[in-house]
């Protein structure tokens, strides 16, 4: 087997500093995020602690609410900005359609 991947250092601290910036509870993180009906409000806590490391969607969506890059979210090297939410749009982003069949 090959050695594990490397993992943020400071990423339980980023995800709890986005919650507390935003000013949210554990449960209106959830729901700010859309993944309230998926997932419970200890998922937070845990990873907070540092005891889990969240999903790629999971921390996508963080990124999306705190209005952040998720490479913010996830490189120890760099911080969050002062006030969150952050400058980043999202809702300029479009999805690709499914290809029509000709």
């Known amino acids: 087997m ?19 910036q935003l000013g949210l509870s554990q449960t209106e993180l959830l729901e700010r995020m859309g993944l309230a009906g998926t997932m419970h409000y200890g998922r937070i806590s845990e990873y907070e602690q540092g005891k889990r490391e969240p999903s790629l969607m999971t921390l996508l969506a963080y990124a999306r609410t705190a209005q952040v890059h998720l490479e913010d979210i996830v490189a120890d090297e760099f911080e969050l900005p002062r006030k969150l939410p952050g400058k980043v749009n999202y809702r300029g982003i479009t999805r690709k359609s499914s290809a029509k069949r000709r």
């Open 2 to 20: 090959g050695s594990p991947r490397p993992k943020p250092l400071r990423l339980s601290e980023k995800l709890r500093q986005i919650r507390t």
